[in-house]
């Protein structure tokens, strides 16, 4: 059983900057597909970024392209979300996930099976 827990949210003024960490335990995550999540009040929750398990393959939402890096480091057993220039619409709970399935290619519509507590980003105008 995997463990997935987040940290780095809170409250920032728009155009700062956030970096989330999410780190895994119970089990190595290196050959899975990772990804980030986000619901906001009133909201379902939407697809954020996904990363491949080598680390190659990247996939953003459009709201996000520019700003927003996804990485992992498969020693750490960890991924993060670099958050640039943040905006009062990327107001959300962002949650991690990992794929059900190993050595996947790292798309969003993967099966994530595995997801944290979620970690609060609170952007203010």
């Known amino acids: 059983q995997v463990q997935l827990v987040e940290s780095g949210g809170g409250l920032v003024q728009a155009g700062d900057s956030l970096r989330l960490s999410c780190t895994a335990s119970?089990?190595?995550?290196?050959?899975?597909?990772l990804g980030w999540f986000r619901q906001a009040p009133g909201k379902a929750r939407e697809f954020v970024a996904t990363i491949n398990w080598v680390g190659a393959k990247t996939y953003y939402t459009d709201s996000v392209k520019g700003r927003f890096t996804i990485s992992r480091d498969n020693v750490k057993n960890t991924v993060y979300l670099q958050m640039n220039s943040l905006k009062p619409e990327d107001t959300a709970v962002y949650y991690c996930?990992?794929?059900?399935?190993?050595?996947?290619?790292?798309?969003?519509?993967?099966?994530?099976?595995?997801w944290g507590q979620g970690t609060q980003v609170t952007v203010s105008s």
């Open positions: 996930a990992a794929d059900i399935r190993q050595y996947g290619s790292g798309v969003p519509t993967a099966d994530f099976g595995s």
């Open positions: 119970g089990r190595s995550l290196r050959t899975y597909t």
